[in-house]
């Protein structure tokens, strides 16, 4: 284990952190905000220890492999928000550090569940704070690194791997810091794209932007209490699509881009993503059609719910909790899904959903001809073994951590949607589930344990486990 | 530059590295995932998997946008249908590897008929350059520079050479020749020495000079350079088969050991003036035999790197006589290879990614100085270059001394229209020159890179 390097990279993330510190403290520079001070104390405290991390470090052997770099994600993400935690406690927002930490990290892991009551009453500069964490956390601090730093040969891959969303990460273009140029460019165009159209509707500056990071990062938090319920049927669908377009793999638009267009039609997990968001906002739409006037509004209502699940972001125009139970219970199973992998979205993600059935395809052929060779493909190719052992695995590992965290969460005897939901929403990074946590409800009410768990299973979903596993089990930290 | 490596073997992937730490954007093809999965772990590189021949797999991999296509696979006419249709799909340049001798002669035919850039034949080149450190057996190592006219050698000072203690500013007065020693490797450290510089026993050293001033220099210093008569290659591949076409040429006895008979009737059938023996050359017995005590070269050529080095070993140790070349085509374990006693160690896959490095770099510089001719020394961590000078280039004109040049880089030699001139600071770089240059730092590919205040080159 490498431990000079980790601390090297942390020390990097803290000097980038503190730089982000600085667009709240410009905020509040705008709005006139005292706590706007509290952000630039925060940036010089993580700027110099960030600086004192890299310089005493000073890796000799700056090499990593695999192991280093999931540790170092871990550790990263975890720095990362008990730092990004202080300007909410410092500046008496919120005042208890676990509820700011709570919040940091839901922040990150662009879940967007909230442990406050209302918001509308906070600073400008902390609910911009809020919101800007998600669009961090949504495309990754180390792939924004990745940006900057230049690492020893492809061993950045490592830290690419451990950070983005899905089954195989592939690099759009040979260099990595191409590619993470690539990805924060286009981030960047859609986040603007969104802006401006928020802008076009009417909506005021800071809100249009607070939305629009939001949105982007696929996170949920929104400067309003009501979150969307009260702007107009134009801005909720603005939302709706670009909810949409964030939860899509972002190879995509390179593709797009690069005018490769066969590429984009025959993508699986693309198609199935489509599909999936049209056939369940119908079938939602038609279940929900007696509450409001007509298929049309059901249609608008239900699309947005399923777009804010699937892409796991968590706004909300309707409070879902209160639709037919299987509408419910659709919007449940569609929080596991989640968004595609190589998007900013959380989840179990649609390609692992594909290659998972697509595995129980062939496996059922076998059972009704043995002899039968039936390889499972993927976007026209064979999906290898050790994907395909990699996903159970992984599917194993997903419910397994949520079954626990579940049983953790069940000592605040709650109501059974309570307890699930809330461990669902956290895990897939969603934020609103059913019962207490409904989209009108808020985190407030769990023990600090339960925060705890909540907090480890948004880290754990975001990072998809590994990372986060690796750290915590013994294995790891023995030597050799 | 955008460039596509098919086949992800051993020269694709040293390829790779390579290309890759000089700042291209590589995507790597290859048929099996295996290996990809691997590269792509050490290497900052984009790879598919897929039949590099392919239309679709090439698209894939950018073909169509690429500047350049190296195909290395193991199969010459997949490499050269790679070329065909990267021409096809827009690639500007393409580079094969062609190493069946059978298509020899056609070579030149076919690179007309598939625009090929470059067919590149990596035991041909190891055999010349093989070839070539035979003329002056005394150097581990030897490489031309000037079209040939000027030599980079790398010997080993003995212990009981008159050059041990002498600093460098000393060597023209003991050795009354002129060299200008360039690097000096002592143990894992590397020096590019100034005048005060104190030569040690043991020193590895490389030095530039014209073909007669290096026979000069080993003749003063008493070193061996008896010319090489005969030699015995033990194993008959490839290499051994273009080795002994060329000395045959040059008027050499040779004889080969190979133990695969069918082989041994390809060798005989086509180099009728060789001996070829039957049998086994890791044999000590069969060596004897075969009067390996007579020969002055003894060339371990075997497919098997641990023969290799054991024959190399061996043949040192019991005939220090003989000059030993031992072909070693693993680049791990350098250290230990190094510090073995083999005589001189020839990479055949390091001399054809070189090869295709120089190709690269003067590709990528058309225009004004460019890189005519690059060696790796010392394991990569020392390249020499020849540039061509152009005429607006900003060092014209100016005393060396005066110039200020990078740290670690010295000027080897400067030819002017067909004249050798190993440079003292009073000389200038003049337009039309092309210069040698010695350096640590690499990726240099403009002349005026060798001043310390430009880029782009990476310590």
Known sequence: ?480 | MQIVIVGDGKVGSTLAEQLSREGHAITMIDRSGVPLQKTVEDLDILSVQGNGASYSTQIEAGVDEADLLIAVTASDELNLLCCLIAKKIGAKHTIARVRNPEYDGELSLISEELGLSLSVNPEQICATEIARILRTPTAIKTDTFAGGKVELLKFQLPPDSPLVGKALMELPSVTRSKVLVCAVERGDAIHIPSGSFRLAAGDRISFVASLRNAQLFFRQLRLNTGRVRSALLIGGGRIAFYLARQLIDAGLDVKIIESDYGRCEFLSEHLPKATVLHGDGTSEAFLLESGVEHFDAVAALTGIDEENVLIGMYIRKTFPKIKVITKVNRSSFQVIIDAMDLGSIFNPLQSASNLICRYVRSMQNTVGSKVETLYKLVDGKVEALEFNVADNSEVCGIPLQQLPLRDHLLIGCINRAGRIIIPSGQDTIEPGDSVVVVTTATGLDDIRNILSHRGPAHE
């Open chain 1, 1 to 480: 284990m490498n431990k000079r390097m980790i601390f090297y990279i942390i020390g990097a993330i803290l000097l980038i952190e503190a730089a982000l510190l600085l667009a709240p403290a410009a905020v509040a520079l705008v709005y006139a905000e005292k706590n706007g001070l509290v952000f630039l104390y925060v940036a010089l405290g993580a700027a110099l220890a960030g600086f004192g991390a890299m310089r005493l470090s000073r890796p000799r052997n700056r090499s990593i492999y695999a192991k280093e770099g999931l540790i170092v994600v871990a550790l990263s993400w975890i720095v990362l928000s008990l730092v990004g935690a202080l300007p909410f406690s410092l500046t008496g927002q919120i005042p208890d550090y676990l509820d700011a930490v709570f919040e940091t990290v839901s922040g990150f892991t662009t879940t967007g569940a909230s442990i406050l009551r209302e918001v509308e009453s906070l600073d400008h500069c902390t609910l911009f704070w809020r919101c800007f964490t998600h669009w961090i956390g949504g495309m990754g601090i180390l792939v924004f690194m990745m940006g900057i730093l230049r690492l020893n040969g492809g061993q950045g891959i490592h830290l690419l791997r451990a950070e983005s969303p899905g089954p195989a990460v592939a690099k759009m273009v040979p260099r990595m810091t191409d590619s993470s140029k690539i990805l924060y460019a286009i981030y960047l165009v859609l986040t603007v794209l969104q802006f401006l159209l928020y802008l076009v509707g009417g909506m005021p500056v800071f809100e249009a932007l607070c939305h629009a990071v939001a949105t982007a990062g696929t996170g949920g938090f929104s400067v309003k209490n009501d979150s969307f319920a009260s702007y107009s049927p134009y801005l909720q669908t603005v939302t709706t699509v670009f909810m949409g377009l964030f939860g899509v793999n972002f190879s995509i638009y390179f593709f797009l881009l690069r005018k490769k267009f066969d590429l984009v039609v025959k993508n699986t997990e693309l198609r199935w993503y489509i599909i999936l968001i049209l056939a369940s906002s119908a079938a939602i739409a038609l279940n929900v059609m007696h509450m409001y006037g007509g298929f049309g509004e059901a249609f608008h209502h239900s699309s947005f719910s399923v777009l804010t699940v699937m892409s796991t972001t968590g706004f909300g125009t309707a409070d879902f909790s209160r639709w037919p139970e299987f509408s419910r219970v659709l919007l449940v199973l569609l929080m596991c899904v989640g968004a595609c992998a190589g998007s900013t979205g959380g989840g179990f993600k649609v390609s692992r959903i594909v290659i998972l059935y697509r595995t129980i395809q062939s496996d059922v052929r076998k059972l009704l001809h043995p002899n039968a060779v039936k390889v499972a493909r993927l976007d026209g190719k064979k999906i290898d073994d050790e994907t395909i052992r990699s996903v159970s695995t992984y599917f194993i590992l997903y419910a397994l951590i949520m079954l626990i965290s579940v049983i953790l969460i069940s000592l605040e005897n709650f109501d059974a949607s309570t307890t699930v939901t809330s461990v669902v929403a956290a895990f897939n990074n969603i934020g609103p589930g059913l019962g207490l946590v409904c989209p009108s409800g808020n985190y407030s009410m769990f023990s600090p344990l339960s925060k705890i768990v909540l907090c480890l299973d948004m880290l754990f979903g975001r990072l998809e486990i590994d990372p986060m596993l690796l750290l915590v089990i013994p294995v790891t930290w023995r030597k050799r």
